[in-house]
Nanobody, 121 residues
Framework: QVQLVESGGGLVQAGGSLRLSCAAS????????MGWYRQAPGKQRELVAT???????NSADSVKGRFTISRDNAKNMVYLQMNTLKPEDTAVYYC???????????????WGQGTQVTVSS
């Protein structure tokens, strides 16, 4: 089985910083794209940022210049450094990864359980 486990969420004041981490574990052969998504109460889940295995990144306009995604391929981890946080960044943040596991010729999409980020004004 494959698991994604997030950590690093919490409560922070506006203007502060948090760093989220996500570890992928299990019978993994290869990881393609990894990313972060978020879902605020009453809203749909939205893309925050993604990063390919080669390091190419993509991020939502709302977080450009404030959030940075990175990954450690050797450790099967992805990170999200969040700076200059705003109250509107409050949401549950989910780690996502496209993974090929042992015994499968195909890649599948996996999600973590989510970690709460709350930004107070």
């Amino acid at each position: 089985q494959v698991q994604l486990v997030e950590s690093g969420g919490g409560l922070v004041q506006a203007g502060g910083s948090l760093r989220l981490s996500c570890a992928a574990s299990g019978n993994i052969i290869s990881i393609d794209v990894m990313g972060w998504y978020r879902q605020a109460p009453g809203k749909q889940r939205e893309l925050v940022a993604t990063i390919t295995s080669g390091g190419t990144t993509n991020s939502a306009d709302s977080v450009k210049g404030r959030f940075t995604i990175s990954r450690d391929n050797a450790k099967n981890m992805v990170y999200l450094q969040m700076n200059t946080l705003k109250p509107e960044d409050t949401a549950v943040y989910y780690c996502q990864a496209v993974i090929r596991r042992v015994g499968s010729p195909s890649f599948f999409n996996y999600w973590g359980q989510g970690t709460q980020v709350t930004v107070s004004s």
